[in-house]
């Protein structure tokens, strides 16, 4: 399933957030993908807000520390910058494994794109495209996965 929408303010992307968390209820594994300042972060604002784990102002761009956590009542959202990972080596030492076997936890990863295992993994993408100064065009693609007792 994909859905798109648009948005043309730091503020509305927000708001964008806080409606996707409600698609995102069932999900474990999200890639977020754009250029750099695309908005990724800016939408996981409103991600976390929409899970009730932390208001805009206090999510800030995991780049330097790689990995944030905002706890809520129902989920945990791990937001994770994979920038500068270049290695599966490098990525084994974030935990990411660990973080997707408790079912409470929703990884939002930015750049996972460049992890074929995260791409295989992934319950859903966002892709964000730059509409000229501040419009952004989001498609939110959904993977429908086979029940655990029928995989392969």
Do not use: C
């Not at 806080?18 to 972060?41: C, I, P």
């Not at 319950?123 to 995989?151: C, F, H, Q, Y």
């Amino acid at each position: 399933m994909s859905r798109d929408f648009s948005t043309n303010s730091p503020e509305e992307t927000i708001a964008l957030g806080r409606e996707l968390a409600d698609l995102l209820r069932e999900s474990r594994l999200v890639l977020l993908r754009g250029e750099l300042g695309a908005g990724k972060t800016t939408l996981v604002k409103g991600i976390a807000e929409g899970f009730a784990a932390a208001e805009a102002g206090e999510v800030t761009s995991p780049t330097f520390k790689l990995v944030h956590e905002y706890r809520g009542p129902e989920r945990t959202i791990h937001h994770i910058d994979l920038y500068r990972i270049e290695t599966q080596r490098e990525l084994d030492t974030l935990g990411v494994d660990d973080l997707l076997r408790d079912e409470r936890n929703l990884l939002l990863v930015e750049w996972g794109e460049k992890f074929p295992r995260l791409l295989q993994w992934k319950d859903a993408e966002i892709r964000i495209t730059r509409e000229g100064v501040n419009g952004r065009k989001w498609r939110l693609s959904t993977v429908e996965k086979m029940p655990k007792e029928k995989a392969v």
